[in-house]
């Protein structure tokens, strides 16, 4: 008889320690929250009720701040950031992230519950965290 998978949602494998910004912070500052965060994603905060969530990356900033060279505390955040972003709800189960992952070939992820973020995910977290739970 076939055992039934054991399901790993998004909120079982999330990290719950990530950095933020505002969106008219320079890309500046988001350096220095990378640096102090230990991280090279930062979720950036929404402006009002109706704004979306965004991401800013290290990739983002050598794509659009160091590859053209400009000076990171002439740009803000806003100018490079990625909004909306793709985000998962806690209850999602790790497979169907894994999907959206690949799909859109994301980096990272916010959990977000009750239009609030309460996490981040990463392919990392889903093999390391989650795939690891089911076989290892």
Not at 60 to 85: F, G
Request: hydrophobic share 40%; proline share 4%.
């Amino acid at each position: 008889m076939i055992q039934p998978q054991k399901t790993i949602r998004a909120k079982d494998v999330m990290k719950t320690a990530f950095g933020c910004i505002d969106a008219k912070a320079t890309i500046k500052d988001a350096l220095n929250a990378m640096k102090n965060a230990g991280t090279s994603v930062l979720i950036v905060n929404k402006r009002y009720d109706d704004d979306e969530y965004g991401l800013i990356t290290s990739t983002d900033i050598a794509r659009h701040v160091l590859a053209k060279d400009r000076s990171p505390d002439r740009v803000n955040v806003y100018e490079v950031m990625t909004c909306p972003v793709i985000h998962v709800h806690p209850e999602m189960d790790i497979r169907h992230c894994s999907r959206l992952f690949a799909t859109y070939n994301l980096v990272r992820a916010p959990v977000i519950e009750n239009n609030q973020v309460i996490g981040m995910i990463s392919p990392n977290s889903l093999v390391l965290d989650g795939l690891y739970e089911i076989y290892g």
